[in-house]
Nanobody, 117 residues
Framework: QVQVVESGGGLVQAGGSLRLSCAAD????????MGWFRQAPGKKRELVAS???????NYADSVKGRFTISRDNAKNTMTLQMNSLKPEDTAKYYC???????????WGKGTQVTVST
């Protein structure tokens, strides 16, 4: 199976920006849709942004206009540019195939994003 490593998280003040990166050890072009997910303590993991192999994107309403997802199939990488961060964006962020499921599919360790007030 393809394994991923997420990086780029950190502590930032509200209104700040972070860029998350996802590196895969295999060919991500096999996955038509890739996505960034996040999970806050006590909450279910949610899809925040997705992108197809052709570059079509979709965003959760809560992040539209603030987050930008991109992928580079040749480099097997994916990024999430996060601007105008809000405290409610605080969560551990994961990259995966766009239809990955909790408790069933493989998940990496994620990268923690903490937004302070």
């Amino acid at each position: 199976q393809v394994q991923v490593v997420e990086s780029g998280g950190g502590l930032v003040q509200a209104g700040g920006s972070l860029r998350l990166s996802c590196a895969a050890d295999g060919d991500i072009s096999r996955f038509n849709t890739m996505g960034w997910f996040r999970q806050a303590p006590g909450k279910k993991r949610e899809l925040v942004a997705s992108i197809t192999s052709g570059g079509n994107t979709n965003y959760a309403d809560s992040v539209k206009g603030r987050f930008t997802i991109s992928r580079d199939n040749a480099k097997n990488t994916m990024t999430l540019q996060m601007n105008s961060l809000k405290p409610e964006d605080t969560a551990k962020y994961y990259c995966n195939e766009g239809h990955a499921r909790d408790g069933i599919d493989y998940w990496g360790k994620g990268t923690q994003v903490t937004v302070s007030t």
